[in-house]
């Protein structure tokens, strides 16, 4: 008798556990499965998937690799902005930049009055006529103004502003105005005279191709410093 109580016991107890299984299981099966209630704020969601891009149902922003990830705050205007550090110079380049600029403002006015005169020379003129004499006090007023411009152009260009930004207009600048320079020492150079007989002629056209030329690269390097706004 107490083998069957204990048989009938265990299959009690196996029926039990069976339909507690069961029940169990449908009633996880129907968390799963049911929508979102009036009770909850989260849609529902299969309980065993990870999300590693969500926390707390918020996304997480994943910077790229290779990217620099930029905190919002810094993108609306909250900081200042980055100016350039201004550029210092001494008391000297500034002096010599003044002359440099107050000196240039005769290259024009001279380079017409001695081309005006060279051509009037050139066309014929008397022995001791006072244009001849005009024209080389002209010319000599460029070669004192080209010397001045460039010692002090050279001297600010290569020292304190090398470094400026701009350079590469005014480096084209120098190097125009010092190809002009050696063009009007050719010139001077090459100036005729009647006591060379019959070379006087040729002389004259030298001269006169080699002071055009010069002028003529002397008004573009101050053309191009003129119209760069320098």
């Known amino acids: 008798m107490l083998r069957g109580f204990v048989f009938f016991s265990m299959r009690t107890f196996i029926a039990v556990l069976s339909f507690t299984s069961l029940v169990a299981t449908s009633a996880w099966a129907g968390a799963l499965d049911r929508p979102a209630t009036f009770l909850s704020n989260h ?22 690799p290779g990217r620099l990830a930029i905190h ?12 350039a550090a201004a550029i210092e110079h001494s008391d000297a380049y500034l002096k010599r930049a003044k002359i440099h600029r107050f000196a240039s403002y005769a290259t024009l006015p001279l380079f017409t009055a001695e081309l005006a005169l060279g051509a009037s020379i050139y066309n014929g003129v008397e022995h001791g006529d006072w244009r001849k004499g005009a024209h080389g006090v002209v ?6 103004l080209f ?6 152009g050279a001297w600010n260009l290569f020292g304190e502003s090398w470094n400026d930004q701009g350079r590469g207009l005014r480096l084209l600048h120098g190097l125009l105005m010092m190809a002009a320079d050696a063009g009007f020492v050719a010139t001077a150079m090459s100036t005729p005279s009647e006591r060379r007989g019959f070379t006087f002629q040729t002389d004259r056209a030298t001269h006169r191709n080699l002071a055009i030329a010069s002028v003529g690269l002397g008004t573009t390097g101050y053309l191009v410093m003129l119209f760069g706004n320098h």
């Open 43 to 64: 849609p529902a969601r299969d309980a065993w998937r990870v999300d590693w891009l969500s926390s707390g149902g918020d996304a997480v922003s994943v910077t790229p």
């Open 139 to 144: 010319a000599t007023a460029i070669v004192g």
């Open 147 to 152: 010397g001045v411009n460039t010692v002090t």
């Open 72 to 83: 919002p705050e810094l993108m609306q205007g909250g900081t200042q902005p980055i100016h």
